[in-house]
Structure formats: structure tokens, C-alpha cells
């Protein structure tokens, strides 16, 4: 069996491709705005008043995945010593890197979060349950924070909050060092946020929370770069919200497989 790496095709077109290395430069990007920002369609050509992000960090350990021996004397012993509760034991499927392998799994869940702890039963060939020497644990997933979608429509909300208030204040109370301080949060800036979404296929079982074999990636980004491409064709996510929030999202229905 052979596998090709798959390249997605770029979306910009060759002139455009020519001049990408230079939107890393800021005059650059501050003249490709300036334009629409001339016929109104833009209400500035300063990348800083459009929403940009901080990268999201690491906020906590999610989930955790260990080999047991025993996933009824494991669930017990967390159950009794740890407090954790007994969410789903899922039917013995197929071990997602080894072919001949099988593997149960059993979600614990705390009292504040839901299936934190994994145990998974493994099984050779034969049917004998093995544990990997030296190495018991078999995922481990962080939580990020920051750049949610709920994150996103509160700071937005917030942020036009203040600058409206501000906007309403008297002259003499616009210079106190007070106001100034709110003057830094204070933003009418708009968003449109596209949601993309990976669906999960009908052959995928929970599996899918810890498989990431380079065949499963290649599929998951491939199906991220189809939805990408096919949301760029509608031009409403990329035109000027005229919302009173100031957000518009957009989410699409289908998983895009083209």
C-alpha cells in the first residue's frame, strides 16, 4: 500500500502568490486596505482596529487515557479513592495502530469535568490483556483557553459597551485618568468569525477523540481545507458586519468532502 501527501492546492490566484511574502510587512498589508477603505467599504486601513487574536494557550490537562488490566477493578478503585463516576463503557472496537489488536474503553468523569479519565483495556492478538512496558499512558489532551466563540461575542459586547458609554460622557470627565484607562478596552471594532467544524463519519467510533494517525490527520485537514475553500465562496463572511453587536458567525451544515 502507498500514500500520497496531499498539497492543498492554493486558493490565491499566481499574481496574488507573487506578492504573499509581503503581507508579513505592515505597510504592505496597510496598502492592500487602503482602497476599500477610500470607496467606505473598509472603515480603516490599520490592521490593528480589525479583531486579531492571541495565539491560545494551554488552560488545563482535559483528558487522560490510561492502560489498565482490568477496567472493572480500575473503574472501582477511581470510583472509591478519587470520587470519579462512571460515565460510558464503550463495546471492545479495533485498535486504531495495531492491526490484530483490540481495545475497550472506560470515560470517569469528576464532579466539575466531564470524562477526564479514560481507561483503556488492550488485547493482543491471542486476546490477552497487555499493558506496554514503561508506558502507561496512552493519550493525553490539554484544554485551551481563550479565542472561544463565547469569549469572542463577550469581549465584543463589552468592548462597544464601554466605548458607547464613554462617548456619552461630558467633556471635563472625557480627560480624568479614569476614562483613560477605559479608552484602552474601549473598541468599535467588528468581527465575523467562521466556525469550522470537523463532523465525524458514519465508519468513526469514539476512537476518533485519541486516533491521530497521520492517515486520520491528512483526512481531517483535508475536509478543514474543503470547508475553507467553500466558505470563501460566499461573500457575505467577507463583507463589513452591520450588526448592533458588531459580530456575525457563520457555521456550515455539511462536512465539505470535494
Known sequence: MTTASYVPPSVLPPLAQKFAPLLKRKWFRE?????????????????EDYGVFMPSRVARIAQVSIYVQDIARSRRWYEKLAG???????????HPFKEGWRIRCCYMSAA????????????????????????????????????????????AAQAR????????????????????VLKTVASRKVYNIVQLIYRAQNYEGHSKDYEFSRLSMRDHWRAGYHDAVRTLRHPEVLARPMSLEGVLTFDLERDGRE
Open 112 to 155: 466539575q469535568h466531564e470524562e477526564c479519565l479514560v481507561l483503556v483495556e488492550e488485547r493482543d492478538p491471542d486476546g490477552s490483556v497487555t499493558v506496554p512496558s514503561g508506558m502507561s499512558f496512552f493519550h493525553t489532551a490539554f484544554e485551551l483557553q481563550g479565542n472561544r466563540l463565547e469569549d469572542t461575542l463577550a469581549f
Open 31 to 47: 496598502l492592500v486596505l487602503a482602497p476599500p477603505t477610500l470607496t467606505g467599504r473598509r472603515f480603516s486601513n490599520k490592521t
Open 161 to 180: 459597551a464601554i466605548d458607547a458609554l464613554l462617548r456619552e460622557l461630558p467633556e471635563d470627565l472625557q480627560r480624568s485618568d479614569e476614562v483613560q
Open 84 to 94: 470519579l463516576r462512571h460515565s460510558r463503557t464503550c463495546e471492545e472496537e479495533a
